[in-house]
């Protein structure tokens, strides 16, 4: 069974996600912000982690920052965002994400992106 991290701090958006997911069969671990996401990433070895950009406490790229200086620095993230326009930092996480997707999106795009990235086809 696949793993996956949740990093969202829209709760409906989390729970609504994590309800999908979890019809496919996924194992579905959540966070309210990055740092209780990296904390959960550490103890629970992901295989593969949805992270929102712009969070509370520890954003996204300040997530991607710890992760890929840690031994899970392979495990493969995808970026949700509603935003339009990036500042530098942002620009820097959406580049070492493996994937990223703007919000709204289409859960066929996000199902595609998680079997790309788990190798789950």
Same mark, same amino acid.
């Given at each position: 069974m696949i793993k996956i991290l949740l990093i969202e701090d829209?709760?409906?958006?989390? *729970?609504n996600i994590v309800e999908i997911?979890?019809?496919?069969? /996924? +194992? &579905? /671990?959540?966070? &309210?912000?990055? *740092?209780?996401g990296y904390e959960k990433t550490l103890h629970l070895k992901p295989d593969l982690i949805?992270?929102?950009?712009n969070m509370p406490i520890?954003?996204?790229p300040e997530f991607i920052t710890?992760?890929?200086t840690s031994a899970l620095a392979q495990t493969p993230i995808l970026l949700l965002t509603g935003t339009r326009y990036f500042d530098n930092h942002q620009k820097r996480a959406i580049a070492e994400a493996s994937g990223f997707l703007?919000?709204?999106?289409l859960i066929n795009d996000l199902i595609l992106? +998680? =079997? =790309? /990235?788990?190798?789950n086809y």
């Amino acid at each position: 069974m696949i793993k996956i991290l949740l990093i969202e701090d829209d709760e409906r958006l989390r *729970q609504n996600i994590v309800e999908i997911l979890e019809l496919y069969g /996924y +194992i &579905v /671990y959540t966070a &309210v912000d990055g *740092q209780e996401g990296y904390e959960k990433t550490l103890h629970l070895k992901p295989d593969l982690i949805i992270c929102d950009l712009n969070m509370p406490i520890m954003n996204g790229p300040e997530f991607i920052t710890k992760i890929k200086t840690s031994a899970l620095a392979q495990t493969p993230i995808l970026l949700l965002t509603g935003t339009r326009y990036f500042d530098n930092h942002q620009k820097r996480a959406i580049a070492e994400a493996s994937g990223f997707l703007r919000k709204p999106f289409l859960i066929n795009d996000l199902i595609l992106l +998680i =079997k =790309k /990235y788990t190798g789950n086809y």
